[in-house]
């Protein structure tokens, strides 16, 4: 049973950076498609970006595009989310995701393993 595990998020101003961890057990890494999501109170869960399995391909949501890089270490099975330019509303819980799809990868039901979450705060 393959499980997640988030760190690295905290309060940071306006303008800042912050970089995620998330841990990947019970499987090797570039068995899956990798995914960051976001979910802020009040609205539902939004994609942020995703990997591909051996890192060859990558995609980001708009809103963070040029702002948050993407990447994953296959031999320590930990992906990262690089965060720069960091905005008041990028705050929101973070979650890493890992998909063994090769489609809709943007949506939250295409993953199938999910970790606890890792909050990020952005004050202005």
């Known amino acids: 049973q393959v499980q997640l595990v988030e760190s690295g998020g905290g309060l940071v101003q306006a303008g800042g950076s912050l970089s995620l961890s998330c841990v990947v057990s019970g499987r090797a890494l570039d068995g899956y498609v990798m995914g960051w999501f976001r979910h802020a109170p009040g609205k539902e869960r939004e994609f942020v970006a995703w990997?591909?399995?051996?890192?060859?391909?990558?995609y980001y949501a708009d809103p963070i595009k040029g702002r948050f890089t993407i990447t994953k270490d296959n031999a320590k099975n930990t992906v990262y989310l690089l965060m720069n330019s960091l905005k008041p509303e990028d705050t929101a819980v973070y979650y890493c995701a890992a998909s063994d799809r090769t489609a809709v990868l943007t949506s939250p039901s295409s993953y199938r393993a999910w970790g606890q979450g890792t909050q990020v705060t952005v004050s202005s």
């Open positions: 990997i591909y399995r051996r890192g060859t391909g990558t």
